[in-house]
């Protein structure tokens, strides 16, 4: 059996090695032919997996650079517009503030004709008032003169009432003969 063991083992080899044989007979030229295209078209492949790498790799570094340059860029106008804003907005706190002072300027001044104004109306009122008291006190004279020298034309020019009653008194003494006059 150890016999029959080692033929077969020997035996296989060898078959395999024929069968190689046969096979290079067979298909050994269109095999190599088949191996030198293969190995073409690996190196074609891996010389264009190569190419392609350094393109995607040029590619990438460019990609990189314009968008690190576009985010500084960025960065940047940023900072400038935010420096023109800042700017702006001191500036237009300045023209507030000016603007504020001048408004205030402007009402302190008419504030100032307001009150000239009040105070050259209240003296127009004194001096009208002034005039018209004494436009009526000098009225009021008129008339109590004009009344006291009516009542004098009247005391003189008529009997005033206690004479008329005198008068009266006298005349009814008289027509009763009661009245004794002074003197007979």
Same mark, same amino acid.
């Given at each position: 059996?150890?016999?029959?063991?080692?033929?077969?083992?020997?035996?296989?080899?060898?078959?395999?090695?024929?069968? /190689?044989?046969?096979?290079?007979?067979?298909?050994?030229?269109?095999?190599?032919?088949?191996?030198?295209?293969?190995?073409?078209?690996? $190196? +074609?492949?891996? !010389?264009?997996? /190569?190419?392609? +790498?350094? /393109?995607?790799? !040029?590619?990438?570094?460019?990609?990189?650079?314009?968008?690190?340059?576009?985010?500084?860029?960025?960065?940047? +106008?940023? !900072?400038?517009?935010?420096? #023109?804003?800042?700017?702006?907005?001191?500036?237009?706190?300045?023209?507030?503030?000016?603007?504020?002072?001048?408004?205030?300027?402007?009402?302190?001044?008419?504030?100032?004709?307001?009150?000239?104004?009040?105070?050259?109306?209240?003296?127009?009122?004194? $001096?009208?008032?002034?005039?018209?008291?004494?436009?009526?006190?000098?009225?009021? !004279?008129?008339?109590?003169?004009?009344?006291?020298?009516?009542?004098?034309?009247?005391?003189?020019?008529?009997?005033? +009432?206690?004479?008329?009653?005198?008068?009266?008194?006298?005349?009814?003494?008289?027509?009763?003969? #009661?009245? $004794?006059?002074?003197?007979?």
């Amino acid at each position: 059996m150890a016999d029959s063991k080692n033929n077969s083992a020997e035996t296989e080899p060898r078959d395999g090695a024929n069968v /190689d044989k046969i096979r290079d007979i067979l298909f050994g030229s269109q095999m190599r032919d088949y191996e030198k295209r293969f190995s073409r078209l690996e $190196e +074609r492949l891996t !010389k264009a997996q /190569d190419t392609l +790498r350094e /393109d995607m790799k !040029k590619r990438f570094d460019s990609l990189e650079g314009f968008v690190q340059q576009e985010v500084e860029s960025l960065g940047q +106008r940023l !900072k400038n517009e935010r420096a #023109e804003r800042t700017e702006a907005l001191k500036e237009l706190t300045r023209e507030v503030r000016d603007l504020g002072k001048g408004l205030e300027k402007k009402l302190g001044q008419i504030e100032e004709q307001v009150a000239a104004g009040q105070s050259d109306l209240r003296a127009r009122l004194l $001096e009208q008032s002034k005039t018209l008291s004494r436009e009526i006190s000098d009225l009021h !004279k008129e008339i109590s003169a004009a009344l006291d020298n009516e009542v004098q034309t009247l005391r003189s020019d008529k009997t005033d +009432r206690e004479a008329l009653a005198d008068l009266f008194t006298e005349m009814a003494l008289r027509l009763k003969n #009661e009245l $004794e006059l002074p003197g007979k």
